[in-house]
């Protein structure tokens, strides 16, 4: 039997986490459910180990042992694993980052249990922002996990609605689409734009917190719609969060159902990260390139002779995560003491050239001193380069000279 390639997007909340897997063979995402044949989407970050025999139970099983009273655990997971908590489960100590790392082990296999001979191709992790903090939480899981580098991905929410919406039929997004996120009491409105003149098309997605709606919620939201959605022509409206519960939208639903596709759902942020998957795998085309306050906005690249030929060789592509943009390459140096870096927007012919100086570095024939170059994102608009003499084998040894220089795009 050929194995089937495995395509995940994972949410992380501050309670719950969601699942969303597509397989070689399915034409979308499907999204995990507690419940076989419902949208209970929510798993909770809960992890339990039963008294006396040591079985470990997790999501909603978990909380009922617990609440039953028949084994010990901990809840809200990802929050306690970044704080970096230790918990004393049945007398023993646990790092809660290992428990994270159960937890994610265990709901990994769900979808295997939909069919066998199933490969990880990627995952992607997705949650409401980024920072380094949470970016090397998942680096600590990935290592527990032993995904390779290529195999995980990390996104915010903005970034999964942009996959999620730019996934479904063009007719939903021609005039572009918004997300209302009304979670935490607050109720954040994500719009998007799309850079028609350029291939491929640049994309954005902005923020606008609205904050809590006060008095009627019908009414609050209404006033809120009507001043996001009125000054632009949008294909799709896209609504998500708990407190989207109830029927408590009557006036407002009217409104933005008003020559606009108009859907409500809890998993669009897991399916956006699955959609991601799929496309960093090559299993879906794109023709997208996000540009959002974690992603790269400039184009970083050497012009290097590779057989005779003269090409650019990338070392920083915008629209790239800042958190992961790393990488290293190996030149020779032809005649000169500097190595130029060709700086280009992505919607721009034009490139900039900065050029930086090796100061003291040993005269040597030319093509006789090898260079590591090392690139690593400071912010989404500074690179820390880091050049190394690494000599010519045992003809010249390295100087070990070291240049380091602080790019700002």
Known sequence: MKEKSLSIGLDFGKKYALVSYCTSDMSEPDTISTVAGSELYQIPLSLCKRRGIGQWYYGKEAETVMKNGEGSGCDRLFGRALAGEQVTVEGETYDTVELLSLFVRKILTVPQKFGTSMKLARITITMDTLNREKMELIEKIAGRMKWTKEQYHVIDYAESFYYYALSQKEELWLHDAVLFDYSKNSMRFYYMERNLNSTPQLVHIYLKDYGPLIGNKDTAFLDVVTDAV?????????????????????????????????????????????????????????????????????????????????????????????????????????????????????????????????????????????LSVMTEALSDSAVKVTIRDLGFGEIYKSSEKVWEYKMEL
């Open 230 to 370: 009125s000054r632009k022509i949008y294909s799709s409206v896209y609504l998500t969060g708990d407190s989207f519960d109830g029927e408590w939208m009557r006036e407002s639903l009217k409104f933005l159902c008003n020559g606009r596709h108009v859907f409500l759902g809890k998993n669009l942020y897991a399916k956006g990260a699955c959609y991601a998957s799929c496309i960093h795998t090559g299993m879906q085309p794109w023709q997208f390139v996000y540009i959002g306050e974690n992603e790269m906005k400039v184009n970083i690249s050497l012009k290097v002779k590779d057989r005779e030929e003269l090409i650019f060789h990338t070392l920083v592509s915008a629209g790239e995560n800042w958190y992961e943009a790393k990488n290293q390459c190996e030149i020779l140096l032809a005649g000169t003491n500097t190595v130029d870096f060709w700086l280009q927007l992505p919607d721009s012919r034009e490139a900039k050239i900065e050029s930086l100086e090796l100061t003291d570095i040993p005269k040597r024939p030319e093509r006789m001193t090898r």
